[in-house]
């Protein structure tokens, strides 16, 4: 962790344009839960619906991808990042530094409004706030390693994660059963159904798979992160 | 006192290479790197920066390699042709981030004395985004001194540049080789070069086309066979009396003029007007064919 580097990645984050999409969809999942509230259909499988499908299904994946990509993408494109990459600083220490501020970006962005948009609805009955917000860190704390990694490795990384999250765990992931084994979304509602009562939570991959594959997935993004950044190209204009 | 050497450097991208077998020594003054666009010249300061590995050959400074070893940045600053530099920030927050990147025992300090070198005090409190482009050159340049380094990196300084910062920036340049810094400059526009490195290395298509003190460069330029376009009242007999002259290699007969080659450029432009006189023949146009600094460098390359 380099504070300096973490000071300026949050500003950068913060001063985009795109951060509005920060804001505006945590706002809508609050949004959602006080009308399911008011209008007095906020059961446990409601608000597990909607905290499975635009929560963990939308919500994350999407902020996961902005943030895991926005901290590094951008400032390799436009060659930014030669100015903190010109000093006598471990690269992988960049990598992580930059990856703690997404994982910190989701947690505030996504997590909490997960946690805080599950306790409107069904305050703490079944731990089913808890056991989202859980899921919801887990497969953050994933989703912008995957997202990292990739935004080092590729010009194309949002194209890539939008695929990602979108046509393999949204539409593959559906149909195929196979593939919902090789999800952060599933491994993210694995993790909130052990925490859980609420049986409305239903896993479709168990905790002794989830949980080494979201440690793997985890580690492995963020070490091929800083070990690709040692060796990052930058090309001049000729 | 730093040297910066390049051994046997080359650099390919697939098939393209990019870089051919560079062998160069920079040592403290200004040097420049001077070379047509295209031509490797960010190529060889990526690769002399650490942004880019060569593909053989070594890049060292003052023996360690570069590449993949990041401690060296303490004896190196480096100033990107790109102009983005977090414009988000104030010049003075840029400048004191790269200071404490740099671990420096008092950033602030040494923040105000990199601008102050630059000029930047006044403006240092306003965003980089709203900067001029000599402004964001500039603190992109106390950014790179931050941390006093021996050697100084800058690629393409002068592009964009109106000619007011372009003086300011030379001298600026001028004053950091006296303190007795390796300074290292690309650019294509030999004027810039002319005025400002005491020693050039040219390169042209990738290739180290010539290196040394700028005169004798200079002089290779100057002793180049020269081709010019003459019209005048009678041709044929011009071109009869000039081809009789030693400074007048050949001579062509065209339906635009005179194409005629002279291999002593001194003695030729005192040698034609008295010719025509001696014939009789009225000069209408006397023009140089080939000024352009890609026929400098392709004599260069070829002798």
Known sequence: MNPV????????????????????????LLVLSVGLRVSGHADLDNATMLLTQFG??????????????????PEIDDGQIMYIMTKPIARPVISTTKYVVAVVLVVAFGVVPMFVAGVIMTGLTAGLATGFAMGALVAGVAYCALFLAIAVLSRFAVTIGLIYALVWENLIARYASGAKT?????????????????????????????????????????VYAGWKLRTLSITGTD | MSVLELRD???????????????????????????????????????????????????????????????????IGLVPERETAYDFLTGRQFVRAMAKLHRLPNPEA????????????????????????????RVKMASALVHDPPVLLLDEPFNGMDPRQRLHLMDLIRKMAAEGRTVLFSSHILEEVERLAHHIEVVIAGRHAASGDFRAIRRLMTDRPHMFVVRSSDDRRLAAALIADPSTRG??????????????????????????????????????????LESVFSYLVAS
């Not at chain 1, 963990?56 to 993408?73: D, E, N, S």
């Open chain 1, 5 to 28: 580097i973490a000071s300026i990645t949050f500003r950068a984050m913060l001063s985009r344009r795109r951060i509005l999409l920060l804001f505006l969809l945590p706002a809508l």
């Open chain 1, 56 to 73: 963990l299904g939308a919500l994350l994946p999407l902020l996961a991808l902005l943030a895991g990509t926005g901290v590094i993408g």
């Open chain 1, 182 to 222: 090789l999800s952060i979304r599933q491994w993210g509602i694995s993790v909130t159904d052990m925490v859980t009562n609420a049986t409305a939570v239903k896993a479709s991959v168990g905790s002794s798979t989830a949980v080494p594959l979201l440690i793997v997935v985890t580690v492995a993004g963020v």
């Open chain 2, 9 to 75: 450097v080359s650099r390919w991208y697939g098939n393209v290479v990019a870089v051919n077998g560079v062998t160069m020594t920079i040592g403290p003054g200004v040097t420049g790197l001077l070379g047509p666009n295209g031509a490797g010249k960010s190529t060889l300061i990526h690769m002399m920066g650490g942004f880019l590995a060569p593909s053989s050959g070594q890049v060292t400074v003052d023996g360690q390699r570069i590449w993949k070893n990041p401690s060296v940045y303490r004896h």
């Open chain 2, 110 to 137: 040494a923040a105000e004395r990199a601008l102050g070198m630059v000029e930047m005090t006044g403006p240092a409190d306003r965003i980089i985004g709203n900067y001029s482009k000599g402004m964001k050159q």
């Open chain 2, 251 to 292: 001579v062509e007969l065209t339906s635009g003029g005179l194409e005629v080659e002279a291999v002593d450029f001194r003695r030729f432009s005192l040698v034609l007007p008295q010719v025509a006189r001696q014939a009789d023949i009225r000069l209408w146009e006397v023009a140089p064919a080939d000024e352009s």
